[in-house]
C-alpha cells in the first residue's frame, strides 16, 4: 500500500515543482526513485557512491579515435588475411553491437533517467549515457575505417532474423516503461531484462569471438574496442 501511495504522489507531482521553493534540500529526503525532492539540486549527497561512480566514469574518458585500426585495415584488405568465417565474425559483432549501444542509451535516456529522483544519481547516469553514445561512435569508427559497407552492417539488426528478435525484444522492454501507468515492478522488469540480460547475457556472449581474435593478433584494434 504504501508503495502504491508513494506511486501516485511521483504522478500527482511533477519533479520539478519542488525547484525554487524556500525550503532548503536534506540528504535524508533524498530517495533513488519514489522522491519528491528537488532533482536540480546536487548538494547535499545522499548517495556518495553514485557521486564516485561519476568521477570514476570521467576519468575513464576515451575518443573512439584513439583505437589504432592500422593494422585491422591491412589484415581486413588482405585477400588471405582472415578465413571467410573470421571475416563473418568481425561483420556481425559490429552489425550487433552498432545499434545494441544505441538501445541501452535510449533506455537510460528514456526509461531510467525520468524515474531516479536523486541529483547525484541522475549524474552519474548522464556521464553512463555519454559512454553509450561513445561505444556507437567507436563501432561506426571501426566500420567505417575497415571500409565496410555501412548500410548492410548497421541494418543487420532488422535484416539477420535472430539478431531482429532480440532487439525487438529489449526495445519492447522500454516501450513498456514508457508508459505512464507503468509500475515500479515494471521498472525492475526493465532493468533486469536490459542490464542482466542485455548487457549480461547478449553482449558477453558476443565479445570472447573477437576477443579470441585478438588474442591470435587478428583484429586487435575491434578487439580492443570490446
Not at 98 to 112: E, H, K, P, Q, R
Not at 181 to 204: H, Q, W
Request: hydrophobic share 40%.
Amino acid at each position: 500500500k504504501a508503495l502504491l501511495e508513494a506511486q501516485e504522489r511521483i504522478k500527482a507531482k511533477n519533479l520539478l515543482e519542488g525547484a525554487f521553493s524556500d525550503e532548503r534540500i536534506k540528504a535524508s529526503d533524498k530517495r533513488i526513485i519514489n522522491g519528491t525532492s528537488d532533482v536540480n539540486q546536487l548538494i547535499p549527497f545522499k548517495y556518495e557512491w553514485a557521486w564516485q561512480k561519476y568521477l570514476d566514469g570521467c576519468a575513464n574518458n576515451w575518443m573512439p579515435q584513439e583505437v589504432n585500426m592500422a593494422h585491422d585495415i591491412a589484415l581486413w584488405k588482405s585477400e588471405d588475411g582472415l578465413t571467410d568465417d573470421e571475416r563473418h565474425i568481425v561483420k556481425t559483432a559490429l552489425g550487433f553491437f552498432s545499434t545494441a549501444d544505441t538501445l541501452v542509451a535510449n533506455n537510460l535516456v528514456l526509461a531510467i533517467y525520468e524515474r531516479i529522483t536523486a541529483a547525484e544519481c541522475r549524474q552519474y547516469l548522464l556521464r553512463q549515457m555519454f559512454e553509450e553514445g561513445m561505444h556507437t561512435h567507436a563501432y561506426q569508427y571501426c566500420i567505417e575505417s575497415l571500409g565496410m559497407d555501412e548500410s548492410e552492417v548497421f541494418n543487420q539488426y532488422r535484416e539477420v532474423p535472430e539478431m531482429a528478435a532480440k532487439m525487438s525484444w529489449a526495445n519492447q522492454a522500454t516501450k513498456a516503461i514508457q508508459d505512464k501507468n507503468s509500475t515500479d515492478e515494471d521498472f525492475l522488469s526493465n532493468m533486469i531484462a536490459y542490464y542482466v540480460v542485455v548487457e549480461g547475457l547478449f553482449f558477453y556472449t558476443g565479445f570472447p569471438t573477437v576477443l579470441a581474435l585478438g588474442r591470435r593478433n587478428k583484429m586487435k584494434g575491434v578487439a580492443d574496442r570490446k
